[in-house]
């Protein structure tokens, strides 16, 4: 038996090959389709040297091409190397060499980029070039334009057996420095984030048929909004494929092109990353007239809804199930909250931990389950082996409890009452204050309630009498001229005084990666070079 991430691809093609598979713009695939199509590229690669164990960079934005590639990779055994489109020069050289990439496939539009990294990457012998209607110039390093590549290559599925231990690398760029490959077997993966555990209840899913076999009876339609570079979005896809659903793309985030998919394609279940996806989609919803009367879940992974606005989605969309799903590249998924608009989380976002989710303490000690207690969260079981090719920065992440191994990417949470978790942030971002701890996202949301805020990130700065004082980035609502004052009285409202910003800046656009994460560096860097636009004494 393989919980191979190919295989359970190929077990839902045998399930249901002619349903619709991936949509994206005016294509789509059925699952036979997809299937001899990936088929072709993975002989085409096999034909040009790849192999078990080899590296394929996927260079692209969402495309039903980039799912082929990364199932082409699969079926050979190969790992699919995720590869951020924004990326200049010395990021693009740093990760085709440290991802030890044999073969590329790329977009067309990002040729001259890819022109200049080749000659510092020795090993990369194989490019192939997705057209896009650019005019970049790929005949100059022997790019192979995707469908020739696949013309006069098999279409059978004739591989060799695969296993539940090959690989899957996610590389994860964080909040800082280089970006880190994460290393899983494919069963862990695909039990931490593709449906091979019920999220709900904990419980494993029996054999690596019963997904492709439950969606014979039918399944829903799907649309990932995150990039597909990214873990949030991959595991989105991934799960909906093993079950048989159909999986909607647009190439790259536009509220009112997800909203006209969402329209067209009758989509039921609408993902996305935390308040920075979702407000520019409310906003484009309530200004566009779209039909989503189709949408059933609206839900967030890898980053969290702010409390307005999982109120204001609730009181828009008063039928669908609004759910957090928290985790990491690292972690896989750790616990999920579903919101009712009676639920009070003003003091934070707040989910079921799963079960094999604990809170460990600085020293690596059990944080007993305790209203009040504050901990690291960890899981257990089902957790990545590591970071390629870097062990020292593979043993910061994993600890030992009473003899069992524990994955702790970082991010703090304190236990309620009622056995849930309030999420407090990353320790990485936390600010120290006067020997107070304040987590960036609870300040965040706080000053995303106000009416006048559109966008926020909470930084430490330095600070000669508290070592570091509470700093905030505001972007405003459009055609707003933000009342600082007001919103700093506001937020003392929501929040103790000790966490209140007190240095403001005000900028036309939030810095935030391609998948909607925070930017911290660059907020970092917005605060050391700008006078605030407001500062407090106290």
Not at 207 to 231: C, F, N, S, Y
Request: aromatic share 8%.
């Amino acid at each position: 038996m393989a919980f191979n991430i190919a295989d359970l691809l190929e077990h839902a093609v045998d399930a249901v090959p002619d349903r619709t598979a991936v949509i994206c713009g005016d294509r789509r695939l059925t699952y036979a389709q997809l299937d001899e199509r990936a088929n072709r590229l993975a002989h085409h690669l096999a034909g040009n040297g790849v192999g078990k164990g080899d590296h394929i960079g996927v260079y692209s934005r969402n495309s039903i091409e980039m799912i082929e590639t990364m199932f082409a990779a699969y079926k050979l055994r190969a790992i699919a190397i995720n590869i951020n489109y924004r990326y200049v020069h010395g990021e693009l050289r740093y990760l085709f060499t440290n991802a030890d990439l044999v073969a590329l496939v790329h977009e067309r539009q990002y040729s001259d980029r890819v022109a200049g990294v080749l000659p510092e990457a020795p090993d990369l012998k194989h490019v192939v070039v997705v057209e896009d209607g650019s005019d970049g110039n790929y005949a100059a390093y022997g790019g192979v334009e995707y469908e020739a590549a696949m013309a006069d290559s098999s279409p059978e599925r004739d591989f060799d057996e695969r296993s539940s231990d090959d690989l899957y690398i996610l590389y994860t760029g964080g909040t800082t420095g280089y970006p880190k490959g994460v290393m899983w077997r494919h069963e862990d993966v695909w039990r931490a984030l593709g449906g091979g555990i019920d999220f709900v209840t904990g419980e494993y899913v029996p054999d690596e048929w019963t997904l492709a076999e439950q969606g014979k009876q039918g399944a829903m339609v799907r649309l990932p909004a995150a990039p597909l570079i990214h873990g949030a979005a991959q595991w989105a896809a991934f799960g909906a494929l093993f079950a048989g659903g159909t999986v909607v793309f647009v190439p790259q985030f536009d509220p009112h092109d997800i909203w006209r998919a969402v329209q067209e394609h009758k989509v039921n279940v609408l993902t996305v990353v935390g308040d920075a996806m979702a407000r520019p989609l409310l906003d484009a919803y309530r200004s566009g007239g779209y039909d989503a009367s189709s949408l059933v879940a609206f839900s967030s992974h890898a980053a969290l809804f702010s409390h307005s606005v999982k109120q204001e989605y609730l009181e828009t969309f008063p039928n669908i199930v609004l759910t957090d799903a928290i985790g990491s590249s690292e972690s896989g998924f750790t616990g999920i909250g579903m919101a009712s608009r009676d639920a009070d989380h003003s003091a934070g976002p707040r989910v079921n931990f799963g079960k094999d989710a604990i809170l460990i303490d600085d020293d690596g000690g059990l944080v007993e389950p305790t209203p009040g207690a504050v901990g690291r969260i960890a899981r257990r079981g089902h957790v990545p082996l590591g970071y390629y090719k870097d062990p020292a920065k593979t043993e910061t992440i994993f600890v030992e409890v009473g003899g069992v191994r524990y994955v702790v990417p970082g991010d703090y949470a304190r236990y309620e009452e009622d056995g849930t978790v309030t999420l407090l942030g990353r320790g990485s971002q936390c600010v120290n204050t006067g020997g107070e701890k304040v987590f960036p996202e609870e300040v965040e949301g706080a000053l995303k309630s106000h009416p006048q805020v559109f966008d926020a990130l909470v930084i430490g700065v330095p600070d000669e009498r508290l070592g570091q004082r509470v700093g905030a980035i505001i972007e405003p609502r459009e055609g707003v001229e933000p009342d600082l004052a007001a919103i700093e009285a506001h937020v003392r409202n929501e929040i103790a005084g000790y966490k209140v910003p007190r240095s403001m800046w005000v900028v036309e656009q939030i810095g935030r990666l391609p998948s909607g994460k925070p930017d911290y560096p660059w907020a970092q860097r917005h605060a050391a070079e700008h006078e605030p636009a407001a500062k407090l004494n106290a």
